[in-house]
C-alpha cells in the first residue's frame, strides 16, 4: 500500500461533525454510539474514495444516501451481534443480495483496511504521537472455525480447529495489519507477509514479540525492510502471564476484538470477508475515541 494513501486524507474532517448520545454506563460503552459514530466515519471515507475515483463507477441514479447509511449501520450490527447474513436481512427488510453484495465490494476496495490504518495513524497524533510508531507489537489468536470456512487447521498448544489471526499493532493497541492462516501455521510464517506490508506503510523499527519469532531468518527478513526482531518471555515456566514492556497491549486488543461476536467463530467462507469484519471493529474502536476525545476538548 502506498504511503500517500493514508496520508492524503489527514485533512478530512473528524468521523463525526455532530454530538453523539453520551454513554449511559460508567465504562463508557455505548452501542447506539458506536453505531452512530461508525456511520459517519464510513460514510466520510466513501466520499474521500470516490474522489480519488477508487473503484468502478457506474453511469446512471446515485445510490440513495439513506439506503446507504442502513447498509453501514447494519453491517456494524451483524459484526459486533454475530447474526446471519440472511436472517439480518429478513429482519430489516433489506434484500440479502444488496447487503451482502455492498460489504463484499467495500471489502475488495479495500475500505476497511484503509479506514482501519487511517484511524490508527489519527489516533497517534491525537495522543500526540508522531505519526509512526516507533515499535510494534506482534502477535497471533487461534479462533474456532466452522466446516464451512474457506480453511481450517488445528493448533496442537491451545487445541483449537480452525483460524489463526496474526496482528500487528502499535503501543495504543490500534491494530497496524493482519494476517489470516490455518491454525497450524507457525508464527514467524503467518508474520512475514506482514513485514513487506509494514514497510510500505513507512515503518521502520522494532518488532516486538514472544519466544514464538525466535530464529535467525526471521530476523534475516525482517532486516531487509529496516526491521528489528526483539524477543521477550511472554509469560513465566508455570504458564502465567508475564506484562512485559508494551508487549501486553496486543493482547489487550484481542480482549477487545472478543467483543464483537462474529470475531470470536469464523464463519465466512473468504479470508477477506473476515478480514473486514476484524476492521469494521477497529473502525468502531478508535472513531468512538476520536469523536469522545474531541467533544471533551
Not at 439506503?67 to 451481534?81: K, M, P
Not at 451482502?100 to 483496511?113: E, I, P, V
Not at 500487528?168 to 492462516?181: I, P, T
Not at 521502520?204 to 514464538?212: A, E, M, N, P
Request: proline share 6%; hydrophobic share 45%.
Amino acid at each position: 500500500m502506498p504511503r500517500t494513501s493514508l496520508r492524503s486524507n489527514a485533512d478530512l474532517p473528524p468521523p463525526s461533525g455532530r454530538r453523539v448520545p453520551r454513554p449511559i454506563r460508567g465504562d463508557g460503552w455505548n452501542a447506539l454510539a458506536d453505531i452512530e459514530v461508525f456511520v459517519f466515519a464510513v460514510e466520510a471515507e466513501l466520499e474521500a474514495m470516490d474522489h480519488e475515483r477508487i473503484g468502478v463507477h457506474r453511469r446512471g441514479r446515485k445510490p440513495d444516501p439513506a439506503l446507504r447509511r442502513r447498509l453501514i449501520g447494519l453491517i456494524w450490527t451483524l459484526t459486533f451481534g454475530g447474526m446471519q447474513w440472511r436472517i439480518a436481512g429478513w429482519l430489516s427488510g433489506v434484500p440479502f443480495t444488496t447487503l451482502h453484495s455492498s460489504f463484499a465490494r467495500w471489502t475488495r476496495l479495500g475500505l476497511w483496511r484503509r479506514l482501519g490504518q487511517r484511524l490508527a495513524l489519527d489516533w497517534r497524533l491525537a495522543c500526540g504521537d508522531e505519526v509512526l510508531p516507533s515499535a510494534v507489537v506482534a502477535d497471533s489468536r487461534s479462533l474456532r472455525s466452522a466446516p464451512t470456512a474457506w480453511v481450517r487447521g488445528i493448533d496442537g498448544g491451545k487445541l483449537v480447529k480452525g483460524v489463526k489471526l496474526f496482528a500487528v499493532c502499535d503501543k495504543h493497541g490500534s491494530l497496524l495489519d493482519l494476517e489470516l492462516q490455518p491454525a497450524n501455521t507457525d508464527d514467524r510464517a503467518g508474520i512475514l507477509p506482514m513485514l513487506p506490508r509494514l514497510a510500505a506503510l513507512g515503518f521502520q523499527g522494532d518488532l516486538l514479540g514472544d519466544s514464538g519469532f525466535k530464529g535467525a531468518p526471521f530476523a534475516a527478513a525482517a532486516l531487509e525492510h529496516e526491521i528489528h526482531v526483539s524477543i521477550s518471555p511472554g509469560g513465566t515456566p508455570d504458564g502465567r502471564f508475564l506484562p512485559n514492556g508494551i508487549r501486553w497491549v496486543v493482547e489487550r486488543l484481542f480482549a477487545w476484538l472478543s467483543r464483537y461476536r462474529r470475531l470470536n467463530v469464523v464463519y465466512d467462507r473468504a479470508a477477506d470477508l473476515f478480514a473486514g469484519h476484524i476492521w469494521i471493529a477497529m473502525i468502531s474502536i478508535i472513531s468512538r475515541r476520536i469523536v469522545a476525545q474531541t467533544q471533551a476538548q
